[in-house]
């Protein structure tokens, strides 16, 4: 009753595969065999289990001890399919030909060769779409919390002014795993100031002497309402969405804003 029940599921299989061969845009790769001769198919993992469509086709193999090849015979008729799968679930889908001469007695078959495998992806396109609504998700998280931020009273924690670019740093706020920066530029000058950068740093030590200072740039994840340009006599307010972190005694945090096409340049650092 097994045997008879494996033999309809793989008879399903195979009919499920010919229908997919119909809607495929690739055309499966054909093998001709007769009854004078014994074709031999070496795949690149053990047979586990194969079929043809049509009893004037005969393809053996070792059903007891998993080998990694078999052997094909045919009776003159109209054309046939085999469908193989091995070991590791690969599935190998050829059309069968009979031919009284043939040219070619040994295949031997890549894995690139294969249709397909027989367990089912859902699960991983399951998992890539839970991965895509978690990050969006965080993103409507980061996108609230700084509205809020930018909504509420602030007050400058630190303010670098360079040739009338005035960059202030107004809110550091913590919000589950991310830090929140609230920066405002603002450009009393008389030239519109095109952004280059605006990294974040943690410092520590002393810059004059080079031996003890340190400083390693945080990476952002998330920047709201971040200008490209601030205009002459503009002002822009906007967040920094950084990983979180905690300054220690000796540490401070700097911003530095670099001018894109110009040498204006200004570095904001908070005090101890």
């Not at 699960?123 to 509420?152: M, T």
């Not at 300054?247 to 570095?267: A, F, H, P, T, Y």
Request: proline share 3%; glycine share 4%.
């Amino acid at each position: 009753m097994k045997r008879h029940l494996s033999t309809l599921l793989l008879l399903f299989s195979l009919a499920s595969v010919a229908q997919l061969k119909q809607q495929s845009p690739y055309k499966l790769d054909t093998i001709f065999a007769n009854e004078e001769k014994s074709v031999a198919l070496f795949f690149p993992n053990p047979i586990r289990q194969a079929i043809t469509g049509a009893e004037h086709f005969v393809f053996n193999y070792n059903r007891e001890k998993l080998q990694y090849f078999g052997l094909l015979q045919a009776t003159p008729g109209a054309e046939s399919n085999l469908l193989t799968i091995t070991e590791n679930g690969q599935v190998y889908s050829y059309i069968l030909k009979y031919k009284k001469q043939l040219k070619k007695i040994n295949y031997f078959i890549s894995e690139k060769e294969s249709v397909g495998n027989e367990k089912p992806i859902k699960i991983a396109v399951k998992k890539q779409k839970q991965i895509i609504n978690k990050q969006g998700v965080k993103i409507s998280q980061y996108l609230k919390f700084s509205e809020y931020l930018l909504s509420s009273t602030l007050k400058n924690i630190a303010t670098k002014c360079k040739k009338g670019v005035k960059v202030r740093l107004q809110k550091i706020a913590y919000n589950a795993s991310e830090v929140y920066l609230v920066i405002e530029i603002r450009n009393n000058s008389k030239i519109d100031f095109e952004i280059d950068y605006l990294n974040v740093y943690r410092t520590n030590g002393n810059k004059k002497k080079k031996a003890s200072y340190q400083s390693l740039r945080l990476k952002e994840i998330y920047k709201h309402k971040m200008p490209s340009i601030i205009y002459k006599g503009q002002r822009r307010k906007f967040v920094y969405v950084l990983p979180k972190f905690v300054l220690g005694d000796n540490e401070k945090l700097q911003i530095e804003l670099q001018e894109l096409k110009g040498s204006r340049r200004v570095v904001l650092e908070t005090k101890n």
